[in-house]
Structures are given as structure tokens and as C-alpha cells.
């Protein structure tokens, strides 16, 4: 059987630009040992992945709007695991949701291919005047 790999939405540079290498090795180190935890980072990013994928299907080209997403999810997942206040947390996912639902309706895209998402959104001026007397008959 040939598995094919998918690649994640972010990296672990993406979350150290979020919060920095030692809030990271802090947050990823449950256990208390001082070292840097990959499979908890990676885990974190997989359960952020599997919430926006419960909206639609995860892109193979995401917006930076869609990563940051991701990004705030994983932070969101890592701070849980390490009993942050609950209020904090559950108002940045909250966020999070809306956006995503948003994204799952089409009103934001979530690719960078993504065609379906009008370009232009100014007015469409006429060359002819727009006559309003009969509004103000």
C-alpha cells in the first residue's frame, strides 16, 4: 500500500515565531524534564489540523490567514495540556471557530488557488448618469 504524506498545515518555526523557542520548549515539555518535546508539539499541531479539518478539507496551499488559524490552535492545544485558565483559552478558540466557519461557508478562501473568491470587490461604475427624479416624484 503506498501512504501518501501530507504535509502540515505549520511547522514548529511557525510557532517559534508565535512565541519564541524557550515558551515553546516550556509549553512542549510536560513532563517536566527541561527538553524540547517534539512528539507533544507534533501532536498539537495534528489535533489543531483534525479541528479545521472537521470544517472542510485541508488545502494543499493555505492562506497565512488558514496558518495562523492553525498556529493559534496549536497554542491554544500545548497551553491546555499545561492547565492554563480555561477563559483565556476557550475565548481565542471561540475566535478561532467563527473564523473557521466562515471559511467552511466561502466567505473567506482558505487556498491560495482558490478561484471561487471574487477578486474585485469595488463598484462597477456606468457611463451613463444615474437619473434619480423618480425617486423624488
Same mark, same amino acid.
Given at each position: 500500500?503506498?501512504?501518501?504524506?501530507?504535509?502540515?498545515?505549520?511547522?514548529?518555526?511557525?510557532?517559534?515565531?508565535?512565541?519564541?523557542?524557550?515558551?515553546?520548549?516550556?509549553?512542549?515539555?510536560?513532563?517536566?524534564?527541561?527538553?524540547?518535546?517534539?512528539?507533544?508539539?507534533?501532536?498539537?499541531?495534528?489535533?489543531?489540523?483534525?479541528?479545521?479539518?472537521?470544517?472542510?478539507? $485541508?488545502?494543499? &496551499?493555505?492562506? @497565512?490567514?488558514?496558518?495562523?488559524?492553525?498556529? =493559534?490552535?496549536?497554542?491554544?492545544? !500545548? /497551553? #491546555?495540556?499545561?492547565?492554563?485558565?480555561?477563559?483565556?483559552?476557550?475565548?481565542?478558540?471561540?475566535?478561532?471557530?467563527?473564523?473557521?466557519?466562515?471559511?467552511?461557508?466561502?466567505?473567506?478562501?482558505?487556498? $491560495?488557488?482558490? &478561484?471561487?473568491? @471574487?477578486?474585485?470587490?469595488?463598484?462597477?461604475? =456606468?457611463?451613463?448618469?444615474?437619473? !434619480? /427624479? #423618480?425617486?423624488?416624484?
Amino acid at each position: 500500500m503506498g501512504l501518501s504524506f501530507k504535509k502540515p498545515i505549520i511547522t514548529e518555526s511557525e510557532l517559534i515565531d508565535e512565541l519564541g523557542v524557550n515558551e515553546i520548549r516550556d509549553l512542549s515539555d510536560i513532563h517536566g524534564e527541561g527538553v524540547w518535546n517534539r512528539c507533544v508539539i507534533d501532536d498539537c499541531i495534528k489535533d489543531a489540523e483534525n479541528l479545521i479539518a472537521s470544517f472542510f478539507k $485541508l488545502p494543499s &496551499n493555505p492562506t @497565512p490567514f488558514l496558518k495562523d488559524i492553525c498556529t =493559534k490552535l496549536t497554542i491554544v492545544e !500545548l /497551553k #491546555r495540556r499545561n492547565s492554563y485558565p480555561k477563559e483565556e483559552l476557550d475565548s481565542i478558540k471561540a475566535e478561532a471557530l467563527e473564523w473557521l466557519g466562515k471559511m467552511a461557508k466561502g466567505k473567506i478562501p482558505t487556498s $491560495l488557488e482558490d &478561484n471561487s473568491y @471574487p477578486k474585485n470587490r469595488c463598484f462597477i461604475h =456606468k457611463q451613463h448618469k444615474l437619473d !434619480l /427624479k #423618480r425617486l423624488y416624484d
